[in-house]
């Protein structure tokens, strides 16, 4: 970005120097955007949202939040589940296995197997048997996160946002998602850069969910593209990153 933006990656609750969650209530979108909220509303100027799977999601709920404020939206595979309910009888029978992976994971988590569940979380993702080969601190920070995953899991499959809640937005919205990501997750990219009229969809060739990290230089550029045409219009901004785990 060239010095260009003031960029902030927030901590997500329950991460790094984040506020942990209260639990009180059933964890929802809005307690996990509630944060990102309050350093938007305490600077001054437009903002650009840039958002990574669970991060998207969160993204997605600050712009609902704050339409007025946000100048661009970027995305990579937001997993924002909820919506397969709106794509007929085959959508609705993938949320029910997404749903039914996210309590298997639960129940791991509640007879103390962190690290199988952080094993089938992360294969979902990555591929099969491909948790033994991951980095040491990449397993066991997983294998400890475990617990606020089940609590996202909550939060994206509570979602209830309407599609024409989405379709309201007129935000310019870029949309990237891996070429040899799962099914599932490239058809919610699909549906939600059409309901939102997204400015630019982009596939990034041989990516896969975790693209981000797999190929950041090509992802990283294709987001600059989109923020830096945005912000043509209007001035230099801040660049707000709910990132994901």
């Known amino acids: 970005m060239g010095g260009q933006f003031n960029i902030l990656a927030p901590d997500l609750l329950e991460s790094g120097a984040a506020l942990r969650w209260s639990g009180d209530g059933p964890f929802r979108l809005t307690d996990e955007a509630r944060t990102i909220i309050d350093t938007i509303d305490a600077t001054d100027g437009p903002i650009h949202l840039v958002g990574h799977s669970y991060g998207g999601c969160?993204?997605?709920?600050?712009?609902?939040?704050?339409?007025?404020?946000?100048?661009?939206?970027?995305?990579?595979?937001?997993?924002?589940?909820?919506?397969?309910?709106?794509?007929?009888?085959?959508?609705?029978?993938?949320?029910?296995?997404?749903?039914?992976?996210g309590l298997e994971i639960g129940r791991h988590v509640m007879s103390g197997a962190y690290r199988r569940a952080a094993k089938l979380f992360y294969e979902y993702w990555n591929g099969p048997g491909s948790f033994p080969l991951a980095k040491q601190d990449v397993q066991i920070h997983l294998t400890?996160?475990?617990?606020?995953?089940?609590?996202?899991?909550?939060?994206?499959?509570?979602?209830?946002?309407?599609?024409?809640?989405?379709?309201?937005?007129?935000?310019?919205?870029?949309?990237?998602?891996?070429?040899?990501?799962?099914?599932?997750?490239?058809?919610?990219?699909?549906?939600?850069?059409?309901?939102?009229?997204?400015?630019?969809?982009?596939?990034v060739s041989?990516?896969?969910?975790?693209?981000?990290?797999?190929?950041?230089?090509?992802?990283?550029?294709?987001?600059?593209?989109?923020?830096?045409?945005?912000?043509?219009?209007?001035g230099s901004g801040i660049g707000l990153v709910p990132s994901d785990v």
């Not at 939040?65 to 085959?90: C, I, K, Q, W």
């Not at 975790?210 to 989109?226: F, L, N, T």
């Open 58 to 101: 969160v993204a997605l709920r600050i712009a609902i939040e704050r339409p007025h404020r946000v100048m661009s939206l970027s995305l990579y595979e937001p997993t924002v589940f909820h919506l397969l309910n709106a794509m007929g009888e085959d959508g609705c029978r993938v949320f029910g296995e997404i749903r039914a992976w």
């Open 144 to 203: 400890r996160y475990m617990f606020k995953v089940c609590l996202e899991f909550c939060a994206v499959l509570g979602e209830e946002t309407p599609l024409s809640t989405y379709r309201g937005l007129r935000i310019p919205l870029l949309l990237i998602c891996g070429e040899a990501t799962s099914r599932p997750v490239a058809s919610i990219a699909r549906k939600l850069a059409e309901v939102m009229k997204a400015r630019d969809f982009r596939v």
């Open 206 to 234: 041989g990516a896969g969910h975790m693209g981000p990290i797999s190929h950041p230089e090509i992802v990283a550029k294709i987001i600059a593209g989109h923020v830096l045409e945005c912000d043509m219009r209007c």
